[in-house]
Every structure is written in C-alpha cells, then in structure tokens.
C-alpha cells in the first residue's frame, strides 16, 4: 500500500506550525491526496481513538484532539505508513530522533503535534473517518 493518513494535531495548530510541518512532509517526497482544517467534535474523538478508551489517559485525549481546529490528510508515497511514522519520530519527544517532526515541534507525549497511522489497514480507516471518497484524489 502506498497512503497514510496525518493529523497537525491542536498543539501544532495553535503554535503556527501547518506550513512548515507541511513543507518537511512535502520536501520528504509525500503527496497530498486530500487535506482539509477541520474541529472534531467530542463523538469524533471517542470514535476514532476507540482503541484507547480503556487507557489512563483517554479522557484527556479527547479533551486534546477537541480543543481547537486540525488538519487532516491523506499522503500518499511507497512504503507510506512505515516511511511516515520515521519522519514523525516517537510517541513521546524526549525519545524522537534529531530531526523528526515531532522532536521539532511536540510539546509532550500528549502533546504531539502530529498523528501518523500505524498500518495501512488503519489509514485506510482513518483516512475514510474524514474523508468522502470524491475528496480522495
Ligand atoms: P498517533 O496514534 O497519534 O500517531 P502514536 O501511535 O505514536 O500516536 P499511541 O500510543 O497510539 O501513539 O497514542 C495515541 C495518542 O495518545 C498519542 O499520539 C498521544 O497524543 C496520546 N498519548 C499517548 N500516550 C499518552 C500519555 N501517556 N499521556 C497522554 N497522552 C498520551
């Protein structure tokens, strides 16, 4: 498979980073096949991160992922999914490698800037969640 599917998380929003979190995606040979600024709502963040909801933590990630506006998108490029989540960096940012988007700009291990999916199953899932097919280009 060759798609993923991203989020500019709230925290990157707020802090002006689209374009340049947008350009290091781009320069990194990933093409945008559908992109919107978009607030999920309170039922949106249960549902898309339905995985977690057992979690310590998943109250306040909803809390997170509703605060302010997002931008989605679906990037396509070989090998996309593993490629993307080696440019994001790790979950947390103390343990990103130099370089990545999330040593660059995440604030803490909730606070991440960036959403990247972690199988090509589950960013066609995501990808679908907020995206009309007609949108997918
Ligand atoms: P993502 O799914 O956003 O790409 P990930 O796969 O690196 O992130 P997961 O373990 O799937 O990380 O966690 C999903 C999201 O939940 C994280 O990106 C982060 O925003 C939040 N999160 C994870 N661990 C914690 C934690 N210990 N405290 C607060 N929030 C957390």
Do not use: C
């Not at 500019?8 to 002006?16: F, H, Q, R, Y």
């Amino acid at each position: 498979e060759n798609r993923t599917f991203t989020m500019i998380k709230p925290d990157a929003v707020e802090s002006g980073h689209i374009g340049a979190i947008l350009e290091q995606i781009s320069a990194s040979g990933f093409k945008i096949v559908a992109m919107k600024l978009t607030q999920m709502t309170q039922h949106d963040a249960e549902t898309f991160y339905a995985v977690h909801k057992e979690r310590p933590f998943f109250g306040e990630l909803v809390e997170f992922m509703t605060r302010g506006p997002i931008v989605a998108a679906i990037l396509e490029k070989e090998n996309a999914v593993e490629d993307f989540r080696t440019l994001i960096g790790a979950t947390n940012p103390t343990d990103a490698a130099d370089g990545t988007i999330r040593k660059k700009y995440a604030k803490n291990v909730g606070e991440n800037a960036v959403h990247g999916s972690d199988s090509n199953e589950n960013a066609k899932i995501e990808g679908d969640f907020h995206f009309a097919g007609r949108e997918q280009f």
